[in-house]
């Protein structure tokens, strides 16, 4: 029987040591596509150390990236703590919250450490389990033995050097990362959820156009796109940063709140930029992802080439656009300098790009609050149920719950209401940074 060939054995072999106390894997093959399963699924290329207590997971520059503990105390067996490339823990939770995939189309929930909007969730970073690894695992990992008499000396070395990265030396990266893109991302588009939310950031434009008021995460920075200078040295120095780990990484973002208002020529020569310099071609990570934003007038004003152009490259691409609401009173009381008429034009633009174009899903981000006029639902109602014939798989609709720490019952009501009235798939967007 023909065998295929691991590409990645010589540059990354498996190896396993395992003593009474101590377990170490080099080079695990965890999944090589970001997949929905309900049980936990470990992506790309990684190591694993695991002592009687605790399970502690490495990328290929030796940095820490998930963590959990063996003790009853922990909350779950199949639930853990996951570090992202900017530097935050976040808590994927498993159980308890019942209808978890219908709300927010993953099997797990992200519990973070930061406000966020999310209706769903506890406070596990309270737990004091949880605490000890999210604070402890520095003092953990130290506790490790550094060899054994039968240890090879390869797998002392990688001990060595996983116990060589701390705390400091990972919120520097973070910084670094965030001064490298010119500002730290402060929320993901909802589709990133298909890459774990593990993407490489490249800012092609600051700011955007409306400066809404009901909107936390804006910044003050008027709309203007990076140069192809600019976007070149960002690749490099993101090249340089994501280092050996660059194998397992095959989504981009495209930063920041509105990239489609960038030149079409500039998004596709940021997005085959990347893809050549990143080798996404040959990262251990299959089906290489394209996320950004988009507004209704930056949609409305895109060349209808471009998406010819997207279509053609080697992505799938997500463009989440930022419609909130179709209902004029509702956009005047949360100041989003824009007209209804211009918001169900850009409902009818995507619907069109999700029916032409196979690789490219357009997806759409509506508010909830139960302090809105009640208009606001019977006219997403409008576009979501009334305007399409029959269920549409394609261009899911994402609602955001306006206001952060304040989980509502009457807002998850209305969002299952809303749900099982749409056409088109809609979850729940929970806001997160990178
Ligand atoms: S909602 Fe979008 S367009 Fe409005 S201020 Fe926030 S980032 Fe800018």
């Given at each position: 029987m023909l065998q295929l060939r691991d590409?990645?054995?010589?540059?990354h072999p498996e190896t396993a040591y395992r003593s009474d106390d101590l377990s170490i894997f080099l080079n695990i093959r965890g999944n090589n596509e970001y997949v929905k399963v309900s049980y936990p699924v470990k992506y790309g290329i990684f190591s694993r150390l695991e002592t009687r207590e605790m399970i502690l997971e490495f990328n290929l520059n030796h940095e820490i990236r998930h963590a959990r503990s063996?003790?009853?105390?922990?909350?779950?067996?199949?639930e853990w703590l996951k570090r992202t490339a900017g530097n935050d823990w976040i808590y994927y939770s498993s159980g308890g919250y019942a209808g978890v995939f219908e709300a927010i189309g993953e099997y797990y929930l992200p519990n973070f450490t930061y406000p966020t909007n999310s209706l769903l969730g506890g406070?596990?970073?309270?737990?004091p389990e949880v605490a000890k690894i999210h604070l402890n695992w520095p003092k953990l990992l130290a506790a490790?033995?550094?060899?054994?008499?039968?240890?090879p000396a390869h797998v002392a070395d990688w001990i060595a050097q996983v116990k060589r990265i701390q705390k400091p030396d990972l919120e520097h990266k973070a910084r670094t990362l965030f001064e490298i893109c010119g500002a730290r991302t402060t929320v993901l588009p909802p589709d990133a959820r298909h890459s774990d939310y593990n993407v490489i950031p490249l800012t092609i434009a600051d700011g955007c156009l409306y400066k809404c008021?009901?909107?936390?995460?804006?910044?003050?920075?008027?709309?203007t796109p990076r140069t192809q200078d600019d976007i070149q040295q960002q690749i490099r120095d993101l090249s340089h940063l994501f280092g050996n780990d660059r194998v397992n990484c095959n989504a981009l973002f495209l930063g920041?709140?509105?990239?489609?208002?960038?030149?079409a020529d500039l998004i596709v020569y940021a997005a085959q930029k990347s893809y050549d310099r990143f080798g996404f071609a040959r990262s251990?990570?299959?089906?290489p992802r394209l996320y950004l934003f988009g507004s209704v007038d930056s949609l409305l004003h895109a060349d209808p080439h471009l998406f010819e152009a997207l279509n053609r490259l080697p992505f799938d691409t997500h463009i989440n656009i930022?419609?909130?609401?179709?209902?004029q009173a509702t956009l005047d009381r949360i100041g989003k300098p824009i007209r209804a008429e211009k918001v169900s034009l850009a409902f009818n633009r995507m619907g069109e790009i999700n029916h032409t174009f196979p690789k490219i899903e357009m997806t759409g981000n509506f508010i909830m609050d139960d302090?809105?006029?009640?208009t606001h639902i019977q006219s997403m109602l409008d576009l979501v149920?009334?305007?399409?014939s029959h269920p549409v798989p394609k261009g899911s609709i994402y609602l955001s719950p306006l206001r952060f720490g304040k989980p509502s019952r009457e807002v998850l009501y209305d969002f299952y209401r809303l749900k099982t009235a749409s056409r088109l798939p809609m979850f729940l967007y929970i806001i997160q940074r990178l």
């Amino acid at each position: 029987m023909l065998q295929l060939r691991d590409p990645f054995t010589i540059t990354h072999p498996e190896t396993a040591y395992r003593s009474d106390d101590l377990s170490i894997f080099l080079n695990i093959r965890g999944n090589n596509e970001y997949v929905k399963v309900s049980y936990p699924v470990k992506y790309g290329i990684f190591s694993r150390l695991e002592t009687r207590e605790m399970i502690l997971e490495f990328n290929l520059n030796h940095e820490i990236r998930h963590a959990r503990s063996k003790t009853r105390h922990w909350l779950h067996p199949s639930e853990w703590l996951k570090r992202t490339a900017g530097n935050d823990w976040i808590y994927y939770s498993s159980g308890g919250y019942a209808g978890v995939f219908e709300a927010i189309g993953e099997y797990y929930l992200p519990n973070f450490t930061y406000p966020t909007n999310s209706l769903l969730g506890g406070r596990p970073f309270e737990e004091p389990e949880v605490a000890k690894i999210h604070l402890n695992w520095p003092k953990l990992l130290a506790a490790v033995p550094d060899s054994k008499p039968d240890m090879p000396a390869h797998v002392a070395d990688w001990i060595a050097q996983v116990k060589r990265i701390q705390k400091p030396d990972l919120e520097h990266k973070a910084r670094t990362l965030f001064e490298i893109c010119g500002a730290r991302t402060t929320v993901l588009p909802p589709d990133a959820r298909h890459s774990d939310y593990n993407v490489i950031p490249l800012t092609i434009a600051d700011g955007c156009l409306y400066k809404c008021r009901f909107c936390k995460i804006k910044n003050k920075k008027p709309f203007t796109p990076r140069t192809q200078d600019d976007i070149q040295q960002q690749i490099r120095d993101l090249s340089h940063l994501f280092g050996n780990d660059r194998v397992n990484c095959n989504a981009l973002f495209l930063g920041e709140h509105d990239a489609l208002n960038a030149p079409a020529d500039l998004i596709v020569y940021a997005a085959q930029k990347s893809y050549d310099r990143f080798g996404f071609a040959r990262s251990y990570m299959i089906r290489p992802r394209l996320y950004l934003f988009g507004s209704v007038d930056s949609l409305l004003h895109a060349d209808p080439h471009l998406f010819e152009a997207l279509n053609r490259l080697p992505f799938d691409t997500h463009i989440n656009i930022g419609l909130e609401s179709h209902d004029q009173a509702t956009l005047d009381r949360i100041g989003k300098p824009i007209r209804a008429e211009k918001v169900s034009l850009a409902f009818n633009r995507m619907g069109e790009i999700n029916h032409t174009f196979p690789k490219i899903e357009m997806t759409g981000n509506f508010i909830m609050d139960d302090h809105l006029p009640p208009t606001h639902i019977q006219s997403m109602l409008d576009l979501v149920r009334d305007r399409i014939s029959h269920p549409v798989p394609k261009g899911s609709i994402y609602l955001s719950p306006l206001r952060f720490g304040k989980p509502s019952r009457e807002v998850l009501y209305d969002f299952y209401r809303l749900k099982t009235a749409s056409r088109l798939p809609m979850f729940l967007y929970i806001i997160q940074r990178l």
